[in-house]
């Protein structure tokens, strides 16, 4: 029976790495598929919070399934013991699409990113990789799935960074009512709420910095700018809040009260921590908007709660106060029709993959 049973498992996984990644990739380009064994040790590796120092912390509980791969709870990721991270959780959906890797583009590969959380003092905080493999060396349930993708029961960095890197790759979410509509040829599809919004979205060049091609659209333009976020949040810090304790009552808190409770933010320079150049102060990877309506927070510091808040903050022409944002970046009053079809339209680019892939099924 239990040979039976892992059988059954091994041919369904094998079924997973060689059928999936086209079903749901209507309206992205094809992507090579990743070897079941990997993903599958990969999906492991993810989800296995004694890879961390203290067994508390696994990639998934930032980057959570049933929210789209990140976190909505949360403007930025809580981290080791408690910390606030610096930056918002941005999605994994359609990952195997970015070039730079995270919101600075720091690092160049999936596999190099891969391997950063384990090792930073405020995410999962090992002091080496090496404690990392020797740790997963000792879990005796690791052995067949390391004998699967390895043929052995050793692993080395490469192995880890590989793995985690081809389960990140299968997290394709497209097929959406846009896609069906643009690229499927469906003509119902799309809502004409939503087909007013995408003419819209082309009318204000939004596609500019959110591509979209004849045959595939990434929604990104892969590159990095500042749109007056980080200057605007910087600026608020400075202010009093006002904060909603109950519907009919509210509490007015100075900027000192706030940092007493939670902590100042750390400072941010974005894309200019990597490359030094000061053409690239405060700038941030351009999002795919793909999947935008089910992954708020938004923005790299998480600051704007719902798209509504987003369109507003484009439409007021993001921090014009800010010399170093963007000229692109320019204030563009909308109606409330106009806002009502751009909601439409971002929203029809949601996934109805994206449950499947948070609970594992494919």
């Given at each position: 029976m239990r040979r039976c049973l892992r059988l059954t498992i091994a041919l369904t996984l094998l079924v997973v790495g060689t059928r999936w990644v086209g079903a749901s990739t209507l309206g992205l380009p094809s992507l090579k598929p990743e070897p079941a064994v990997q993903v599958e040790l990969g999906r492991k590796l993810f989800f296995d919070r004694r890879l961390s120092v203290n067994g508390s912390l696994s990639c998934a509980m930032c980057h959570v399934p049933s929210q789209g791969f990140t976190s909505n709870e949360l403007r930025t990721s809580v981290g080791m013991e408690g910390v606030s991270l610096r930056r918002n959780a941005p999605t994994l959906l359609n990952v195997a699409y970015v070039n730079e890797f995270f919101l600075d583009g720091r690092s160049s590969s999936l596999e190099h990113q891969a391997l950063q959380p384990l090792l930073h003092p405020d995410e999962m905080a090992n002091p080496d990789i090496a404690t990392v493999l020797r740790r997963i060396q000792r879990l005796p349930d690791y052995k067949p799935f390391l004998n699967r993708a390895l043929g052995r029961d050793r692993i080395l960095a490469q192995h880890l960074e590989k793995a985690l890197a081809s389960f990140q790759r299968t997290l394709v979410a497209a097929d959406s009512p846009f896609d069906r509509w643009r690229y499927g040829g469906d003509a119902k599809a799309l809502e004409p709420t939503a087909q007013r919004g995408f003419a819209l979205f082309q009318r204000l060049q939004c596609v500019q910095c959110h591509r979209v091609g004849e045959r595939h659209a990434l929604f990104t333009d892969g590159l990095f700018h500042n749109i007056g976020v980080q200057y605007r949040s910087q600026v608020r810090r400075t202010r009093d809040l006002v904060v909603r304790l109950l519907p009919d009552q509210t509490a007015r808190l100075t900027p000192e009260e706030l940092r007493r409770i939670g902590g100042e933010d750390a400072p941010d320079r974005g894309r200019q921590e990597v490359t030094g150049r000061g053409a690239d102060l405060r700038a941030f990877r351009t999002p795919s908007l793909r999947n935008v309506a089910l992954t708020a927070p938004y923005m790299h510091d998480g600051s704007?709660?719902?798209?509504?808040?987003?369109?507003?903050?484009?439409?007021?022409?993001?921090?014009?106060?800010?010399?170093?944002?963007?000229?692109?970046?320019?204030?563009?009053?909308?109606?409330?029709?106009?806002?009502?079809?751009?909601?439409?339209?971002?929203?029809?680019?949601?996934s109805p993959h994206t449950l499947a892939l948070g609970q594992g099924v494919y």
């Open positions: 704007l709660a719902t798209l509504e808040e987003v369109l507003e903050h484009y439409a007021s022409g993001g921090s014009p106060l800010d010399p170093a944002q963007s000229a692109l970046i320019k204030p563009t009053p909308l109606s409330h029709a106009e806002k009502a079809d751009l909601l439409a339209f971002l929203r029809s680019l949601s």
